[in-house]
Each structure stands twice: as structure tokens, then as C-alpha cells.
């Protein structure tokens, strides 16, 4: 085990049977669909977007192209539903033109620091083998008090609710990529706030939703043992099945998981 990152950790808190066949077998599972499709294509235009590669007229074309190479780039064993991809090439506008409107409006006087930075650690904290924490940072500005902004893009339907803006499984992917950004930049925790930045897809108004996460110490205490404990448990090999996770399941009643 060389690395790992947030969504391996976190499909092995999801059942570490379904880890070992994806990252251990390297059996494939879900493969996408015209949601991931949706979501790549809005988190390419804000990331094109925010450092001035795409002035707002190319937006929606950048979308259109980035939509249509990944919607072709599916296994053909998955099927397209057309009205959902005719509904969603609609559904883009609303949200991309408001983009840059809601980072200004939320964050007032800032600058772009980062857009998709690389995160590649060590996790000291973690002694039996060597192992890197891995992740991409969709955006990191600084205000005009000093301090650091890391934002994580996630596309939606209407929204989130306030179980799951402050469900730790999802707040913890910031907490954790603070962490490790600190440690790779030296910079002090205290100046580094995290946040949540909602696409959301079939919103009347506000198609853009940005919200602060709280990430401070006891919080990154609390994360790094979580990230601790599934790393030693997937270094250990323990793959015990999670059958509380079975319902939705890709591999649910298959040759891998009857």
C-alpha cells in the first residue's frame, strides 16, 4: 500500500469487502453515468474558469465538449438515458454563469492561489509501512486578511440538507485535505478555512451554494485517527463484509458478493 485517498478510505468505512474487490481485485464496479458525466464537466469549467482561461462566452461551450467527450468515453455496457442528457445540457448554464458571482459575493476581496492542486503526503501518524495520503484540492484562494480558502466543487440536484452538510464522512474529505496541505505548505491550521462550494443542477434560483465546513483542531484529531484506523485495518487485510451496506451495492448478487 503506497497511497491512499478520501474516496478509498472512504469506500472502506463503506464495507472493506467492497475495497478489497475495487482496489485489491481491481474488479470493476460502478463505472459512471450521466451524473459523473455532469459533474466532470461543471468542475472543468470552474476550473478553467476561476483563473481566467475561459472568458464567460466560451462557459457553455467548454461544458457542451467536456459533457459530450466524457458521456462517449462510457463503457458501452452503460445506457444513456437521452432525456436526462438532453435535461442536463440545459441545466448547466444556470449554474456556470453564476460561478464567479458567488465567489466574489462570498468571498469578497480575494485571489486564486490553486486551482487542482495535487496532494501527495506522508501520513506520519501512520508507522507499520510507508504511505501517502493522495488527493486533488478543486480551488484554494486567499482574502485580503491573510488567509486560506480551500474549496471542494460538488454537484447536486437542489441541494443539501443540514444532516448532510455536517455529515462527518463528507466534512471530513476538508478537514483531512487541510491537514495534509498545511503540512506540505508549513502554513499555520489557523489560517486555513475550508469550504463546500454546491452545483446544484435543478435549483429555481441560487444554482451556486457556497458554505463553511468547520475543520479546527479537535475536528483534524478526530479525522486523522479515522484516516489511521482505515489504514492500518488495509494494511492488515481486513475485508469483512459490511452487510448493512448491501441494498445499493454494484456488486450486490454477483459472482464477487452473493
Not at 485571489?111 to 501518524?125: C, G, Y
Request: glycine share 6%; with cysteine.
Amino acid at each position: 500500500m503506497k497511497h491512499v485517498s478520501y474516496s478509498e478510505i472512504k469506500l472502506w468505512n463503506e464495507c472493506p469487502f467492497k475495497h478489497k474487490l475495487v482496489y485489491i481485485d481491481k474488479i470493476s464496479g460502478f463505472e459512471g453515468n450521466e451524473y459523473t458525466c455532469f459533474g466532470t464537466a461543471l468542475h472543468s469549467v470552474c476550473e478553467f474558469g476561476v483563473v481566467g482561461v475561459l472568458d464567460k462566452i466560451d462557459f457553455e461551450d467548454h461544458f457542451q465538449a467536456v459533457f459530450e467527450r466524457e458521456l462517449g468515453g462510457l463503457p458501452a455496457k452503460v445506457v444513456l438515458r437521452e432525456n436526462l442528457v438532453e435535461e442536463m445540457k440545459t441545466q448547466a448554464e444556470p449554474i456556470h454563469s453564476q460561478v464567479l458571482g458567488a465567489l466574489d459575493k462570498y468571498f469578497g476581496d480575494y485571489e486564486v492561489h490553486a486551482v487542482e492542486e495535487k496532494l501527495f503526503e506522508p501520513i506520519t501518524e501512520f508507522t507499520a509501512d510507508t504511505c501517502e495520503f493522495k488527493g486533488f484540492i478543486d480551488l484554494v484562494v486567499k482574502t485580503s486578511d491573510g488567509k486560506y480558502h480551500i474549496l471542494d466543487w460538488k454537484t447536486c440536484s437542489w441541494g443539501w440538507d443540514a444532516q448532510r452538510k455536517s455529515d462527518r464522512m463528507t466534512t471530513y474529505q476538508l478537514t483531512l485535505y487541510k491537514k495534509f496541505w498545511c503540512e506540505k505548505h508549513g502554513v499555520d491550521p489557523s489560517m486555513v478555512e475550508t469550504h463546500f462550494g454546491l452545483l446544484k443542477r435543478t435549483a429555481k434560483k441560487d444554482n451556486v451554494e457556497i458554505f463553511r465546513v468547520t475543520s479546527g483542531p479537535r475536528k483534524t484529531e478526530n479525522a486523522t485517527k479515522f484516516l489511521i484506523k482505515a489504514v492500518t485495518n488495509i494494511h492488515r487485510g481486513i475485508k469483512i463484509k459490511n452487510r448493512m451496506s448491501c441494498r445499493y451495492c454494484d456488486f450486490r448478487k454477483t459472482e464477487h458478493c452473493s
